[in-house]
């Protein structure tokens, strides 16, 4: 993201962005809820973390190595202590506000995806790979995180757009108004209309055989691999709330 900062351009990333959402989930929704990965355990690691923040710990630390999270739509859910990148990096254009590096809401998204969103896409059972799971949860959280950061070119883009009406805003820190005046509710609707349906169109089962084949988008939700109704709500009721909020604090400091 960066180089031609328009609305159409940021909300064409938005839409990339759902592909590796819903695939991530599809991946996740393999394996079954497997609760022992999330328990802080008695023994193992000796500060009683979970396998998986034990395990987003150490990726994040392997990814900032390899030069992740040096762009401001990559954020670690770790931030503390991350390692210097071992490897040369190639800049990248600052089109954002500096201050937009530390906008993170990912202590929300963490909350959010153990707590509400795993039940709703993962059956209960237990099958111990345990290892699996928490990657697999570290694709979907990764993938959730940079969406939502990219609330970030959103506003900027808005912003720009508008100075006269985001400004006075800013200056009153009138957090509602500003809400009110980035929220585009029948954009909204359609977001998560399209999520519903690459939800049926990625997770359906395809074969070849005559007659068996649906057209695509047509699959039973109940023969889906995840619920695309749990996509849409996921959407409603996190993703694009928790992009707003990004957008919010990064206009908030805009002005700065
Ligand atoms: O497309 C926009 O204008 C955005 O701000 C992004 C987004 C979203 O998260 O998808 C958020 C707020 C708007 O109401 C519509 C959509």
């Given at each position: 993201m960066a180089e031609q900062l328009s609305l159409a351009a940021v909300r064409g990333a938005l839409i990339r962005e759902e592909d590796s959402i819903v695939f991530a989930l599809i991946e996740r929704a393999r394996r079954p809820r497997n609760a022992p990965a999330y328990y802080a355990p008695d023994?193992?690691?000796?500060?009683?973390?979970?396998l998986a923040e034990f395990f987003v710990r150490e990726a994040e630390a392997l990814h900032a190595k390899t030069g992740h999270y040096e762009k401001p739509e990559d954020v670690p859910f770790f931030p503390q202590d991350l390692p210097s990148p071992l490897f040369p990096i190639k800049g990248y254009p600052k089109?954002?506000?500096?201050?937009?590096?530390?906008?993170?809401v990912n202590d929300a998204i963490w909350k959010m995806y153990f707590n509400e969103l795993l039940p709703l896409f993962t059956v209960d059972g237990d099958d111990g790979y345990y290892a699996e799971t928490v990657a697999l949860d570290f694709a979907c959280l990764k993938a959730l995180s940079r969406r939502i950061h990219y609330g970030k070119y959103v506003a900027e883009v808005k912003f720009k757009d508008a100075p006269q009406d985001y400004s006075p805003l800013i200056h009153a820190k009138g957090t509602d108004a500003l809400m009110n005046l980035l929220t585009f509710k029948a954009v909204e609707e359609k977001v998560k209309k399209r999520v519903e349906k690459k939800a049926r169109i990625f997770g359906q089962n395809v074969t070849l055989e005559d007659g068996v084949d649906k057209h695509e988008g047509s699959a039973d939700d109940s023969e889906?691999?995840?619920?695309?109704k749990v996509l849409s709500e996921l959407y409603d009721r996190w993703v694009m709330p928790l992009t707003k909020d990004v957008e919010v604090e990064y206009l908030l400091r805009r002005l700065d």
């Amino acid at each position: 993201m960066a180089e031609q900062l328009s609305l159409a351009a940021v909300r064409g990333a938005l839409i990339r962005e759902e592909d590796s959402i819903v695939f991530a989930l599809i991946e996740r929704a393999r394996r079954p809820r497997n609760a022992p990965a999330y328990y802080a355990p008695d023994a193992g690691t000796d500060d009683g973390r979970s396998l998986a923040e034990f395990f987003v710990r150490e990726a994040e630390a392997l990814h900032a190595k390899t030069g992740h999270y040096e762009k401001p739509e990559d954020v670690p859910f770790f931030p503390q202590d991350l390692p210097s990148p071992l490897f040369p990096i190639k800049g990248y254009p600052k089109v954002l506000h500096p201050f937009a590096s530390s906008v993170s809401v990912n202590d929300a998204i963490w909350k959010m995806y153990f707590n509400e969103l795993l039940p709703l896409f993962t059956v209960d059972g237990d099958d111990g790979y345990y290892a699996e799971t928490v990657a697999l949860d570290f694709a979907c959280l990764k993938a959730l995180s940079r969406r939502i950061h990219y609330g970030k070119y959103v506003a900027e883009v808005k912003f720009k757009d508008a100075p006269q009406d985001y400004s006075p805003l800013i200056h009153a820190k009138g957090t509602d108004a500003l809400m009110n005046l980035l929220t585009f509710k029948a954009v909204e609707e359609k977001v998560k209309k399209r999520v519903e349906k690459k939800a049926r169109i990625f997770g359906q089962n395809v074969t070849l055989e005559d007659g068996v084949d649906k057209h695509e988008g047509s699959a039973d939700d109940s023969e889906c691999k995840v619920n695309p109704k749990v996509l849409s709500e996921l959407y409603d009721r996190w993703v694009m709330p928790l992009t707003k909020d990004v957008e919010v604090e990064y206009l908030l400091r805009r002005l700065d």
